[in-house]
């Protein structure tokens, strides 16, 4: 069996679930509502405030979505419940984020400022210019959305210049020896 997939999830007070014919479960709570069609081969059962997800048998394509099916529903449940969020972190001599509606300007050394427009259900939060916080509750789209903003400058070896996870460490490099 798999070990994540036999874990039961816990439903707090206050998030419903829904579950309709195909699999196509509904979750709603104070922060919003998330719908997603899961695999039809799983069999999810909602008894009391736990949710738990077995499988028919024990071919191995059953065996791989056992595990990913859970871990759908429980990110499900944990975003509209608390909502996710990561952190970014700018480093470099003028590179700088701001905010202005759901416009994210970064000036991250270019020619021209990158403008982001925050996607659906997703929002990047400012702090001051060198942090900026994507929160949503759905767990995939608030990643993506981070996943872009760093694709815009990613982190250089020998520096550390560019946009970078607030847990990520950067393998720094030694530059060009000089003349002795």
């Known amino acids: 069996m798999s070990r994540i997939g036999r874990m039961p999830i816990a ?12 699999n196509n479960v509904t979750v709603k709570g104070p922060k919003g509502t998330l719908n997603r069609v899961l695999p039809a081969e799983m069999v999810i059962e909602l008894n009391g405030t736990e949710l738990t997800v ?8 059953t065996k791989a979505l056992h595990g990913l099916t859970r871990s759908l529903l429980h990110n499900m ?9 990561k952190k970014l972190e700018i480093n470099g ?4 984020a701001a905010k202005k509606g759901n416009e994210l300007t970064l000036t991250l050394g270019y020619s021209h400022p990158v403008i982001m427009i925050d996607p659906e259900g ?6 001051d210019q060198t942090h900026i916080v994507v929160k949503g ?3 995939e ?8 903003i760093r694709s815009k400058r990613g982190p250089e070896p020998y520096k550390g210049k560019g946009i970078k996870y607030a847990d990520e460490t950067i393998r720094r490099k030694v530059g060009k020896a000089g003349k002795k």
């Open 11 to 22: 439903v707090p007070a206050g998030v419903t679930v829904d579950i309709a014919e195909n």
């Open 54 to 61: 077995t499988r028919p048998n024990d071919q191995k394509k």
């Open 77 to 85: 449940v944990v975003g509209v419940s608390d909502g996710f969020e």
């Open 93 to 96: 001599v003028g590179y700088r």
């Open 122 to 127: 997703v929002e990047a939060v400012v702090p």
């Open 137 to 139: 509750i759905d767990k």
């Open 141 to 148: 789209k608030v990643g993506q959305y981070a996943s872009d």
